[in-house]
């Protein structure tokens, strides 16, 4: 089955620019989707199709995917950016299935 | 505003089956594929499975997971979509979550509902 490693955690102080990767065999080749999900509240969805932004989600949040790895960049971060924030791919190599990243927990320092 | 709200969360016991429904509104319910999510205490999230929209079979794909205990249904005259789940186990202990997609087979869960936890537990 198909697998997406994301870092457990990521610290960043205020302003400055977070990064997450999403690593998966040959990910460039997939569409990935970002969900940013913070504590007691459903997941939101963040970026789609690799670097598209849903209206509502600041111009702050950006994404990338090449290779065998993907990037969901947050530039000049908040307190508020805080959260959990789960890559996903959907895997047609045998069924279709929806397949989510491992998740990495962004820290405002 | 697009809204999803579940229902029918509670505690059950290993073995036994449970229903949970999504009430959806705000949107052309027939139109997308409707989605189950599910995150088990402080876990990350887990896919469970989504149905197509009628125009595109209204065919149902499944996290191997829970394939052949749990069935996605729909009820596009009522805006409902479904989770039928049966011989749970303790594992399938988790918030439960109703999104609206893909809408397209390679799209995002684009609107989320707020989750209702299923308990299984003797």
């Known amino acids: 089955s198909y697998v997406l490693t994301q870092p457990p955690s990521v610290s960043v102080a205020p302003g400055k620019t977070a990064r997450i990767t999403c690593g998966g065999n040959n990910i460039g080749s997939k569409s990935v989707h970002w969900y940013q999900q913070k504590p007691g509240q459903a997941p939101v969805l963040v970026i789609y199709y690799d670097s598209d932004r849903p209206s509502g989600i600041p111009e702050r949040f950006s994404g990338s995917n090449s290779g065998n790895t993907a990037t969901l960049t947050i530039s000049r971060v908040e307190a508020g950016d805080e959260a959990d924030y789960y890559c996903?791919?959907?895997?047609?190599?045998?069924?279709?299935?929806?397949?989510f990243g491992t998740g990495t927990k962004v820290t405002v320092l | 505003e697009v809204q999803l709200v579940e229902s029918g969360g509670g505690l059950v016991q290993p073995g036994r089956s449970l229903r949970l429904s999504c009430t959806a509104s705000g949107f052309t319910f027939g139109d997308y594929a409707m989605s189950w999510v599910r995150q088990a205490p402080g876990k990350g999230l887990e896919w469970v499975g989504f149905i197509r929209s009628k125009a595109y079979g209204g065919t149902t794909e499944y996290a191997a997971s829970v394939k052949g205990r749990f069935t996605i249904s729909r009820d596009d005259s009522k805006s409902i979509a479904y989770l039928q789940m049966n011989s749970l186990k303790t594992e399938d202990t988790a918030v439960y979550y109703c999104t609206r997609g893909p809408y397209v087979d390679t799209g995002p869960f684009d609107y989320w509902g707020q989750g209702t936890l299923v308990t299984v537990s003797s």
């Open positions: 996903q791919v959907w895997d047609s190599s045998s069924d279709h299935r929806g397949v």
